[in-house]
Structure formats: C-alpha cells, structure tokens
C-alpha cells in the first residue's frame, strides 16, 4: 500500500463549495471507510500531507482534527497520526429518545395513514383500500399547458413569500367559484391551507381544549378521530343512519354543551350518505340555537353521479357558525396539496395565526396552479369527465358485488364519492378476515378503522375510484372467495396493521 | 319593473355544475341585491315561476325554500312571496368566537411575520427589514427549463399522495448535496418539511412540553423564540460574544436540565456571528456529557462572502443529538416552501408521526424542481452567482453606513448571510425611532424583535439583500439623517407593530 500515491490521487479543488479541509477529510474517511487505508495505518504529519497536496498545513492541519473529532484517526503524542483501531459508538445509539419526546397521543391506527403509502404490497395485490384518485386522470397535460400560457400572470414577487392567507387572486377564484353553489363568503373569509388535512388540523388547534366536548358521526373519516382525540377532546357519536337524530343531538347539545360537531355532509366517508335537505337545514337551526360550532369537511361533493347533491351547510349558514374545508384533491389530483377553509373572518384571521407558525404560508406555486385550473376550466371539465369515469366504476363493483357477493354482503348503492360501504352479513373475525384478504391478494379498509373507542364493527369500506373495471371486479371476485370461505369464530375486534385510511 | 321580463332574462341551464334550484336562488338573490327586485316586490308563485322558466315545480319551491333560509324573500301565508322588507344580521356577528376559541399566547410581535407582506408601506419606502432574497436573482427561467428537461422523470402516481418523510429521491440527493459538507447523514435520517419553519415547529411539537427549559442565544431568530415560548417553554440566554460562553451553558446544563438549544451557528440571525469550529467542538462534547439536543437552523451558512463558514454542528455530531434545519428558501426562492430536517431516526420517525397530521405531506412539484435544481446544478451555479451579488450589496451598505452614520452607529462586517446589525450610540426611544423611521419612508426591524422577555435593545437589523446598491445607499441615508435629528429622550421600549421579522 503505497499511502504518497492514495494521497496525490485524492479529489479535492478549490472550485467546490465546500472547504478543502472539509474535502480532504471526507476523502481520507472514504478511503478508511472503504479499507484503502486499513485500521492501524500511520499517515503522514500535517506537514507532509500539506506539500504532497500542495495545499496549508492549517489545512491539513484541520483535517487531522475534524477526523479525530469522527473518531477516525488518533494522535498519539511524540507517535504521529494512525487511523483508528476501535470505531466509537454508533451515532443513534447514544441519545434515549423516547424519554426525550413530548408525550405522544397514540392511537392503534396511528400509523396507518402512513403505512399507506410507504407498506410494500405483495405483487398483483389489488388494492380498493385508499381513497386515491386514479393517477391516469390527473389532467397534467391540460395543467402544463394552461399554466405556461398564463405564467407571466405571475411576477417575480409572487414566488417569494406571500401572505399567510393565500395568494389573493386564488381566494377570490375560490370564492366565485362557490358561489355558483350557493356559498356566500367574500375572499376574507377564504383561508388557503395545504390541504384539507391542515385545514382540519388548524380549526382543531384554535378550538380544542383538553377534555372539550365534540359530535362526530359514527362511523366517520378516521383522520378527523384522530386530530380530535389527539387534542384531548371527548367524543360524542351519532349513529349512521338515514336521517339525523335531531333529539340525540339536541340532548347533547343541552348535556354536554359540546364545543363542534364535525360531519361530511355529502357521500361521507365512509358510508356514502348524504344529509337531506331538511336534515341540513333542521342542524343549522339547532347549531343556531346552541351557537354549535359546525366543521364541514366536503371533499366529494362534485363527484355526484346520479344529480347534484344538496347545498352545503356553509351556503345555508346564516349564523355564521359554519366552517367549512374544501379541496379538490379528489377530484383534479392530490399532489397540488392545497386546499381551503371557508368561515367567519375571526375564525379566518385565528386559524392564519395558528398557520403561520406551522408553514408561514401554502406553497406559491401550487396556489397558482390551482388559480389557473379554475379560471382556464381544467376544473369544469376535469369535473365532467371524471363523473363518468367514477360513475362506470361504481356500477362495476356493484354489478360484480351483487354477482360475487350476493349471500355475502348487503350495501347501499351511494349516490357519489369513492366507496360502497360494506356490510358482511355474518360475524366476522377481524383478524382472520385481513389475515385472508393479504393471503388473496386484495386489501381493503376494514370498518373498526372509522369508529372511535374499539367499537367492534363488521363493515368494510371499499375504493372504486382507483382501478379500471376490470380490475375492481376482479378485486370483488377475490373478496367474495374469501368471505366464503371465511370462518365464523369467535368475533375478534382488533387494528389492523399497514393498511390506507384516506 | 316588469317581473316576468326580468325573470325570463334570468340565466340558468341544466349544463351548470349546480343544482338548478340554486342557480335559480342565485339569480333571484343577485337581483334582491342590486334592487333589481327591490324590497317587499311580490314574486310570481312556484307554480308560475316553474311555467315561465319552463322547470319543475319541485325546482322553484326548492329556489324559494333557499331564498327564504337566507332571509331574503318571506312567504305570507295566503298572501304570496315577497322580496323580504328587513335583512337579518350580519351572519358574522352571531358568535362570540373568542368564548370558543383555544387559549392563544399572545406574543406581541406575533402578527408581526403576517404584517410584512400584508402592510402595505408608503410609497418609495425603502425596506431593509424583511429577510427576503432579490426576486430578481430567483433563476425561474433555469428551473423552467431544468424541469422540462427532466419532468418525465415523475410518474403520475408520483402527483398523487406520496410519503410523509418525503419522496425518497429527493431525500438521497439532499443527503448527498449535504455530504459535500461533511455531514455523513443517509437518506433517511432526512425529513421533507414545507419550509424550515415547519421544521422548527414539529421539533418544538415532538420535543417541548410546558415548563420545559431551552437554550437560545440572545438576540436570536424570532420566529424560534414565538415558536419555543407558545410551546410553553422556559427560556434560559446566552448573550451575545466573539465566544461561546461555555461556563455559562455548563451551569444552565447542570442547574436546569433544559431540554434543547436551539442555535444559529454560521451568519446568525440578526448578529451575523460565526460560531468558530472550536467551540462548536467544544459545545458537541458539552453537548455529548449532558445529552442535550441541539436545534442547528441554517438557513444561511452557503452565503459567504470571504471563505467558507466551519463545518455545520451536524457534521461534527457524534453523539447523534443535533436535529439539522436546512432550507434553499434564502439561497434559491422561498416560494418552494420545502426544507428538511437531518437527525437520528428516532426523530424523523417522531417528526414524520406530528407532520402527517399537520398536511399528510409536503408538496409533490415543490419537491421535485428542487430535486431537479440539485441534480442539474442549478443550485451550484446560483449560489456562486448569488455569493458575488450579495457581497457587492453588503459593501455597498457597509460603504454607505460609514458615510452617512459614522456618528450614529457601531457595527461588525458580518462575512456572510443577509444582515448588518447595528448599535445605535446613543440612548434612544424606540417608539420615537421607528416614527420618525416611517416617516423618512425607510424601514428596518428593531432590535427589540430579537430578544425575550421585552429586553431593551437600541439595536437596528438591516438586511442587504434585497435591494440594488443605490437602493441600499439611500436607504442608509435616510437612516443617517433620521438618527441624527432623533432626540435623546427617555428609553421607551416597546413592540413595532407592523414590521417585518424574517
């Protein structure tokens, strides 16, 4: 091992960025790391190394130190410099973390939005488990287009930072945009978020205190369950069901003076139901009455497949209690990342104080793609197209559920969204049955995910938006083989691992 | 009036995304408004609204029933349907929203980061407050092209919902850009944030429980002191000097047991200091014995105008506690909004765990032009541009400041980042000095911006950045002629409301 020769053939340059004596020690750690230079070794005093590199000897000099500060080499006095025998502890090993940390609101299904996306699925596993748009439809061609003929709308300015509420112009798209539903508010009541997931997420944290009261339908969106328990709050449920129980409501109203209700009014996650008319206007009167504070989460509501769906509670709010959050990440594509709140302007001004402590302001770029995908009508006619897509898809699981499925399931056909909502008519073991789904390669959100406190559930909830219709048959197929087969042992509620929840 | 004219006129159609019904409410609602339809007008019956508008009967009764909730028309029983005499207040004013909302900590400079963009400055105000990079050095017209280039690098599936820590491509290449510094991080121990403000806020989340202790220097960043103090922290200082002042910190890490320090070590936010790399030696070995994390924010260490800065605390960590913040936000645009944290994994498992509640996950296109901007070595090639540009602004102020306030003010040549700060020499009232500083149309941040507990300060930060030379040059003018008229009166400190703090 010839070390004069290893030396002169090292890559370091002015020209980088980074400091020679940074460069030189990372190559000299390379080479001790990969064993050119092996444990034991001496290397040469700074003073050498210097004229062999025809650089200082501060240089090398800094090296050596940043080295010895790695624990890769050692001075030892009147001796010289050697690369180090024993190798010091492994960095993550010397910190105890967990005692560390805050305390953390652990919920079994914690993890499951993550596991999403990141859980490798056996291969040809089909999927009807997300709440995921299908990725061929995302209108990326119309969007670059549309986006490079209107980009000099944007100044210089416009991709620095902006305010936290939004960038002005989209906030008044937003607004005319509702307004053809009936909404009423002016862009100062619009708050751009990123995603509706922040806009949930911040209305929690200016609202819920510890021990705070809250209505929830049951069962319902399992991110929301989560944002609630996690700030502390207690939960209220109302059971699914056709119409909305006005005296369990107004019992909890007098009882427990609960600070918000949260609800999807329209093709709910996940049931699919949607709040009549009547019911809507009936809440927003009892909300009235107890000044209830009312979080409508709309993701679905254009995608209806048979007629549109009735107003929103925000267009029928008149005492101004109503807050609502939009996104269009279901229906144009999740990777914008924006979305909205709509709410009195105190709520407005709170929630953009909570936001700007947590990302001072959504991302530019995206809030003008948004801007562009409205005014240029990407948006309208995305809207049309994928009704019809989702619709012919809806109808594929149905036909293929009452084909494969007939002893097996009952289900309401829904009226739009994304899911049919499952009911297996015999007691099922949890367990046993994402055990078999895994093992026959479909996956499915299972129904205790949606419900708070355990609550024991034989539902399923199933995606049709993702896959083309083949493949959802083919997915019912497998899950109809697999109920058949099922035992009926022993009912076992339990979370079930790695599996999507959005 | 002729109603049947005005209502025939009305521009309805079953092509439109809403319900017709609404539509119709809509219509009727714009004309009630602009007095088209004036107050107490008698409006046709459902039964004849249906006949002239040619639709159904349950559509007009469904208009009415809208109209009516909104308090906008009244049906007199037996009598018919009238454009209502009396409007209903304002829906806004019915809740008494500061009775629901959270407790919120009120710092007094809070809303100071929001009035930046929002306030709007008289005319021809030269701003040197706001941390902002030159919006005419942002490369939009590279990044356009680099993109292009490579944008079928990106899958659709690629738009959709992605991980939480972050697309994993975009993780390896900032491990790697980063390696070029010494840092010996591996993709992941890489966290994707939306901006280091949002990294800064999950780690005070995963860390920070009330009563806990912190570290910071003094003056330091406001957004970290809002960020530590909201969080309940109790906050301990170590004031400014050429030294780390390690007895100082010993006593606090013995006496106190503080949880974290969160620190600025290269270019400091608002000092300029560098931390030399002995003592951040000296504080890593501190650091080590006592297991206190560290918070390294770092948005500026790549903007130096005489050499390279030390390596950053991160590469010299050995003991695996220090949590990395870095950002392109100054250094290339701010409008990406996207940063990253580097730590242990333990940490990025615990940040990734707050983050996907905070917004599932940072934004997709963000991400990939800044993974495009590494690859192509836009970033490489910027940042020498930039290095050049930004060190002819700072001569220029420093050129200027010793013209025009040889008298007035006392300052260090900072050897890179963004801002110059200055002592005043003589006493003065901080109210009196931002009033006269309005109305000679320059602006700057005060020092009393940077430290806690409303410590006095007759400091002045002064960013270089933004503007051309002859802009820098006049500002400092005006500041010049401003403090030699300013009165030496009684020191009154006091938060400057609408000023920029970044």
Redesign the interface.
């Known amino acids: 091992m010839d070390i004069t020769k290893i030396i002169i053939g090292l890559h370091i340059s002015t020209s980088?960025?980074?400091?020679l004596y940074?460069?030189l020690?990372?190559c000299l750690a390379a080479k001790i790391k990969d064993s050119t230079l092996p444990r034991g070794t001496k290397l040469p005093p700074e003073r050498e190394l210097a004229k062999m590199l025809k650089i200082s000897r501060t240089t090398t000099l800094?090296s050596y130190?940043?080295l010895e500060?790695?624990?890769l080499i050692q001075s030892k006095m009147g001796s010289g410099t050697y690369v180090n025998d024993s190798t010091?502890p492994?960095?993550?090993?010397?910190?105890?973390?967990?005692q560390?940390?805050?305390?953390?609101y652990k919920s079994p299904m914690?993890?499951l939005?993550?596991t999403?996306?990141?859980a490798p699925t056996a291969e040809e596993t089909i999927s009807l488990a997300?709440g995921?748009?299908d990725?061929?439809f995302?209108p990326?061609d119309l969007i670059e287009l549309a986006f490079t003929k209107r980009k000099d709308d944007f100044?210089?300015?416009?991709?620095?930072?902006?305010?936290?509420?939004g960038y002005f112009p989209l906030r008044q798209a937003i607004a005319k945009w509702q307004?053809?539903?009936?909404s009423?508010a002016t862009p100062d009541q619009i708050l751009i978020v990123?995603?509706s997931?922040?806009g949930l997420?911040l209305t929690v944290?200016?609202?819920?205190?510890q021990q705070d009261y809250v209505i929830v339908e049951s069962p319902t969106y399992l991110?929301a369950i989560?944002?609630l328990e996690?700030a502390g709050a207690r939960i209220l449920t109302l059971p699914d069901s056709d119409h909305l129980d006005l005296e369990l409501l107004e019992d909890y109203l007098i009882r427990y003076r609960p600070?918000l209700m949260y609800t999807i009014p329209t093709f709910q996650n996940p049931t699919g139901r949607v709040m009549s008319?009547d019911d809507r206007?009936a809440l927003?009167e009892l909300a009235?009455r107890y000044?209830l504070?009312i979080i409508e989460d709309d993701p679905y509501s254009?995608l209806y497949y048979e007629?549109?769906a009735?107003?929103s509670l925000k267009?029928?709010?008149?005492?101004?209690?109503v807050i609502y959050i939009g996104t269009f990440s279901k229906t144009l594509?999740?990777?914008?990342?924006?979305g909205w709140v709509t709410a009195?302007?105190?709520?407005i001004n709170?929630l953009?104080?909570e936001k700007?402590?947590?990302?001072?302001?959504?991302?530019?770029?995206?809030q003008f793609?948004l801007l562009v995908c409205i005014e240029e009508n990407i948006l309208?006619d995305h809207?049309t197209k994928v009704r019809s897509e989702y619709k012919k898809r809806r109808d594929a699981m149905v036909h293929a559920l009452r084909r494969y499925c007939k002893e097996t399931i009952d289900f309401s056909v829904p009226a739009g969204g994304f899911y049919i909502w499952c009911k297996i008519k015999h007691p099922i073991s949890v367990t046993e049955l994402m055990h078999r789904a895994a093992v026959s390669r479909v996956a499915f959100v299972p129904g205790i995910a949606f419900y708070t406190n355990g609550t024991h559930s034989n539902e399923i909830r199933l995606c049709f938006a993702t896959h083309n219709e083949e493949l959802l048959k083919e997915g019912i197929r497998r899950i109809g083989q697999l109920l058949m087969t099922l035992s009926t042992n022993k009912i076992q509620p339990c979370p079930a691992a790695g599996l999507p929840l959005?």
Do not use: C
């Open positions: 980088h960025d980074a400091p940074v460069q020690a990372n800094s130190r940043l500060e790695r624990g010091k492994t960095v993550d090993g010397s910190m105890a973390w967990d560390l940390f805050s305390p953390q914690a993890s939005l993550r999403l996306i990141a997300a995921m748009p990725p061929s995302y990326l100044t210089r300015t416009d991709y620095g930072y902006i305010a936290t509420e307004s053809q539903f009936g009423q990123s995603g997931q922040q997420y944290k200016a609202f819920i205190e991110g989560q944002a996690a600070k008319l206007q927003i009235t000044r504070v254009l007629k549109p009735p107003p267009s029928l709010d008149t005492y101004g209690g594509l999740p990777g914008l990342r924006t009195a302007q105190p709520v709170r953009a104080q700007q402590h947590v990302d001072l302001h959504s991302n530019n770029l995206a793609i309208a809207l959005i």
